[in-house]
């Protein structure tokens, strides 16, 4: 038998060497995230190894699957705990060492195993630990697996059947980065700044874009798990302005970001201006939308309104799917509907056949970023942006909100609109004309306006998006007027960035 975890221990003690203590917080809706030594300790990762593979057993899966970690102090070792738990529990084991999150996933195809299982904690801070997982590629887990193992590891009501095995892949990058490479070299010449972080795609990054013929500038791609510069997020302004030095620096004809996992992308222009990730992905759909006529295209809730709204995309017939926010719902979502690509405002970017296999990976985003500006020799980045209508957009702001709480605040701001709704009030002094919500709140005024409130599904924060297609001012209303549905709650705390 394996003890049952417990959601509390004390480091430095003998229970806390001797028990599994898991956080029940820590199984997200879609992956799992713990500070580890403060939520989660090694026996509990043991535990969640057992529980997986339990849950593989309980679906029918056959008994394989591939792993790798991430480059943090603490990854390898907590990759070790889970996988001596798979093993208990009778799995084997296929080890890709330290990896991004999309090799594993390629790992899945290339090796035929039909199971996955990430150690990392993505663009999470330094502390974080997590777990992203799928039996059935490329999908990753949603809220019904993840409710599942949540209830099989915290009851621990395992199947230690035993029997597993361990099989240590070598030199799998080599397999990973051929695969991306082994096609035709750009005809353009492009200088290209990489930007990692001192994350783990600073490991493979520069090669696959100097493979593909762009005269590479690294920037940050020393591994150091301290991060000792900046978070390795694209999303995050820090990354962004460095990006943008670079850029202007050598420059550059654009700087492409990888985050600390290397499953998402962050793009800066020829002239250090920062495009969401939202914005690219209305470019990149204009682009392969002369390819590939009447594609649709999935969207989260977080992304601009463009992709309904844009003349270009229309003429070219295209349909916008609104979706919710999360790498596992859009994978899902992407692979339900036959899309061409699924683009998230965060920069996971999921493109189906005949451009990749389904799931998020940084690198195939950055060569479809290249492949655009390849079929576009007379443009450069700025000039292809400046295509696009005018729209003012606000970075992904998070307030901190604890886990326990986020869920029923943001119930309860959902029920806010709704009624406004329902009576006909106005938002900023005008009418409402679009209520979305599948994932959180996104209210919509008549001038198409609007602001999103969600929560997120990796951390203790709450989401908020704010745009117009007016003017800054109408941008900074919508933010304003959400800010100030959050402030009749205390709980909600300080954002991470704020326009």
């Known amino acids: 038998m394996f003890p049952v975890p417990k959601p509390v221990l004390t480091p430095n003690t003998y229970a806390y060497e001797s028990e599994p203590m898991v956080k029940p ?94 150690v990392t904690a993505s663009h999470n801070d330094n502390g974080w630990t997590g777990v992203k997982m799928g039996v059935n590629r490329p999908l990753t887990f949603g809220p019904d ?39 035709p070299k750009l005809s353009r010449k492009l200088k290209v700044v990489v930007a990692c972080g001192n994350g783990t795609a600073g490991a493979f990054a520069p090669r696959v874009i100097a493979a593909l013929g762009a005269e590479v500038i690294p920037l940050d791609c020393e591994l150091d798990h301290s991060f000792p510069k900046y978070n390795p997020n694209p999303e995050d302004m820090a990354m962004l ?25 962050g793009v800066v222009d020829n002239t250090g201006e920062e495009i969401f990730a939202d914005k690219m992905g209305v470019l990149l759909a204009r682009d392969l939308a002369k390819l590939h ?21 229309i003429k070219l017939g295209v349909k916008a799917d609104y979706w919710k926010t999360g790498h596992s719902y859009m994978k ?30 940084g690198l195939v985003s950055a060569i479809a970023v290249l492949d655009m500006l390849d079929r576009n020799p007379a443009k450069s980045l700025a000039e292809l942006r400046e295509g696009l209508p005018k729209t003012w957009s606000s970075p992904t702001m998070s307030p ?70 007016v003017s800054e001012a109408r941008m900074r209303e919508m933010f304003a007027e959400v800010d100030g549905v959050l402030r009749t709650h205390p709980e909600v705390g300080e954002y991470n960035q704020k326009i």
Not at 245 to 260: C, R, S, T, Y
Not at 293 to 311: I, Q, W
Not at 441 to 461: F, H, I, Q, Y
């Open 25 to 118: 917080t820590g199984f997200r809706e879609y992956d799992a995230r713990w500070l580890f030594q403060k939520e989660i300790n090694l026996m509990g990762v043991q535990a969640l190894g057992l529980g997986l593979g339990t849950l593989m057993h309980e679906m029918g899966v056959r008994p394989e699957i591939a792993t790798g970690h991430d480059f943090r102090g603490y990854s390898s070792s907590i990759k070790y705990a889970l996988v001596s738990g798979l093993m208990a529990a009778g799995i084997k084991v296929h080890d890709i060492g330290l990896a991004l999150s999309p090799m594993a996933y390629f790992a899945q195809f290339a090796l035929d195993v039909p199971a996955v299982a990430m």
């Open 400 to 469: 901190h909100c604890a886990d326990e709480a986020k869920y029923g605040i943001v119930d309860a701001v959902v029920k806010h609109y709704q009624d406004l709704a329902a009576k006909g009030a106005p938002v900023t002094g005008q009418k409402i004309r679009d209520l979305v919500t599948v994932n959180g709140v996104r209210v919509t005024c008549e001038d198409g306006s609007w602001g999103l409130v969600r929560a997120s599904s990796n951390k203790p924060e709450l989401v908020v998006v704010v745009e117009s297609p």
């Open 332 to 361: 899902r979502r992407v692979n339900e509907t036959g899309a061409l690509v699924g683009f998230e405002k965060s920069g996971h970017y999921f493109f189906n056949t005949p451009i990749g296999r389904g799931y998020d990976d």
């Open 145 to 183: 697996e993840m409710t599942r193992l949540k209830d099989i590891v915290l009851g621990a009501k395992f199947d230690m059947r035993g029997g597993g095995a361990y099989h240590f892949v070598e030199n799998f990058p080599e397999v990973y980065i051929k695969d991306l490479t082994d096609r």
């Open 241 to 265: 302005h460095a990006m943008r030095d670079a850029v202007l620096e050598h420059k550059a004809d654009l700087a492409l970001g990888f985050d600390g996992d290397g499953d998402r992308c």
């Open 293 to 313: 006529p009447g594609a649709t295209f999935v969207v989260d809730v977080k992304s601009t309104g463009l992709f309904a709204t844009d003349p270009e995309l």
